[in-house]
């Protein structure tokens, strides 16, 4: 007759199996993985259900707070290698994601075209350096698409929650790949 040896699954003693279903070495053994996986399961269960409430409690603007900065990280990553769009640094404390026509025109708030790595200078204490960013904006972009996002610039734009969801998930897989 063969043996059937085993590792407890929960001290890792080896052991003599009794039953084809055993993983345990004794009732004691049995009852410290029964807890231990309550526990977890319990934990998941009660994580799961905090998760849900924050979900259910936000509202439309912290998913768009959510999806800027979601959306900001990447173009800060797209543009890693550049230097700033306005003054053309390469090195500097702080870089932020400038927008070439403002945030507060919905429509191209978050068009990748609009924005770029700008310096800390240059997108808060110079207002956006707007001059010279638009002229780097011609080279980077065209002519035509600089031309489009001006004059687009009071265009309507109701993103929903569900269309953020997808957006801020989409971008966060944007990052991974950067990363990658």
């Given at each position: 007759m063969k043996l059937n040896k085993r590792k407890c699954k929960n001290c890792s003693k080896e052991f003599q199996k009794e039953s084809p279903l055993q993983s345990?070495?004794?009732?004691?053994?049995?009852?410290?993985?029964a807890h231990k996986l309550n526990k977890t399961k319990r934990k998941k269960e009660v994580d799961d259900k905090v998760k849900n409430m924050k979900e259910s409690l936000?509202?439309?603007s912290d998913y768009i707070k959510l999806f800027q900065s979601v959306f900001n990280t990447f173009i800060r990553m797209r543009d890693a290698d550049k230097p700033c769009?306005?003054?053309g640094v390469f090195k500097c404390e702080e870089f932020h994601a400038g927008h070439y026509i403002a945030s507060t025109y919905q429509y191209h708030?978050?068009?990748?075209?609009?924005?770029?790595?700008?310096?800390?200078?240059?997108n808060t204490h110079l207002r956006g350096n707007l001059i010279?960013?638009?002229i780097e904006l011609i080279n980077r972009i065209g002519l035509a698409e600089v031309q489009y996002l001006e004059d687009s610039r009071h265009m309507m734009l109701e993103i929903t929650i569900p269309?953020?969801?997808?957006?801020?998930?989409?971008?966060?897989?944007?990052?991974?790949?950067?990363r990658k």
């Open positions: 345990v070495c004794s009732i004691t053994c049995g009852i410290e993985r936000m509202k439309r769009v306005s003054c708030r978050f068009n990748e075209f609009n924005v770029h790595k700008q310096c800390s200078r240059c010279p960013y638009r269309e953020l969801k997808e957006k801020i998930k989409e971008y966060k897989e944007k990052i991974k790949n950067i």
